[in-house]
T-cell receptor, first 114, second 114 residues
Framework: GDSVTQMEGPVTLSEEAFLTINCTYT??????LFWYVQYPGEGLQLLLKATKADDKGSNKGFEATYRKETTSFHLEKGSVQVSDSAVYFC?????????????FGSGTQLTVLP | GAVVSQHPSWVICKSGTSVKIECRSLDFQATTMFWYRQFPKQSLMLMAT?????????EQGVEKDKFLINHASLTLSTLTVTSAHPEDSSFYICIPMREGDGYTFGSGTRLTVV
């Protein structure tokens, strides 16, 4: 079945540091890939997505590129801020499945220190 | 657009009682509804998938008689946790699926069973 493997946290960085959170996936078809963010006490919000190979999703300074050859969708940000502290989830939706449910990674807790 | 209302946002109930969680898509029609739960510091796990007017499909290990799902209309789905126990304490999230591969998350319901 489909699965998403995410870099384990927690990750602690200083403000303005470079961020990478690794995400790899296995899927039977041609999935769409997502990054969701969950701020403390809130629900999940879509951060960015990519629907086909070599697509780059970007939002709020975050970027991720859909790499089919390495089955990866790593999240990056050049300069993190304290307000980026949250839990980040990588997810996929397999277009070959009839249900198209989202499969989530385990989440990575990011803490940015001032 | 794409607004989802999930109620209640939090609930505390006594062991053995039942709790109903409502999920409404306010400005779109959702033919498919996904129900997830998230235990503390864990990822979101799919519980069941429901389609309007038909019985829900439950994931392995999820008791269909305990977690009753009703998807009576294109804008409303309910999850009823029957005879709740402390181990059912979790964060429950609905995700209605929109046309065009769109996922809009409910804000979630934090259930605490005492």
């Amino acid at each position: 079945g489909d699965s998403v493997t995410q870099m384990e946290g927690p990750v602690t960085l200083s403000e303005e540091a470079f961020l990478t959170i690794n995400c790899t996936y296995t899927a039977t078809g041609y999935p769409s890939l997502f990054w969701y963010v969950q701020y403390p006490g809130e629900g999940l919000q879509l951060l960015l997505k990519a629907t086909k190979a070599d697509d780059k999703g970007s939002n709020k300074g975050f970027e991720a590129t859909y790499r089919k050859e390495t089955t990866s969708f790593h999240l990056e940000k050049g300069s993190v801020q304290v307000s980026d502290s949250a839990v980040y989830f990588c997810a996929l939706s397999d277009a070959s499945g009839s249900a198209r449910q989202l499969t989530f990674g385990s989440g990575t807790q990011l803490t940015v220190l001032p | 657009g794409a607004v989802v209302s999930q109620h209640p946002s939090w609930v505390i109930c006594k062991s053995g009682t039942s709790v109903k969680i409502e999920c409404r898509s306010l400005d779109f029609q959702a033919t498919t509804m996904f129900w997830y739960r998230q235990f503390p510091k864990q990822s979101l796990m799919l519980m069941a998938t429901s389609n309007e007017g038909s019985k829900a499909t439950y994931e392995q290990g999820v008791e269909k008689d305990k977690f009753l799902i009703n998807h009576a209309s294109l804008t409303l789905s309910t999850l009823t946790v029957t005879s709740a126990h402390p181990e059912d304490s979790s964060f429950y999230i609905c995700i209605p699926m929109r046309e065009g591969d769109g996922y809009t998350f409910g804000s979630g319901t934090r259930l605490t069973v005492v």
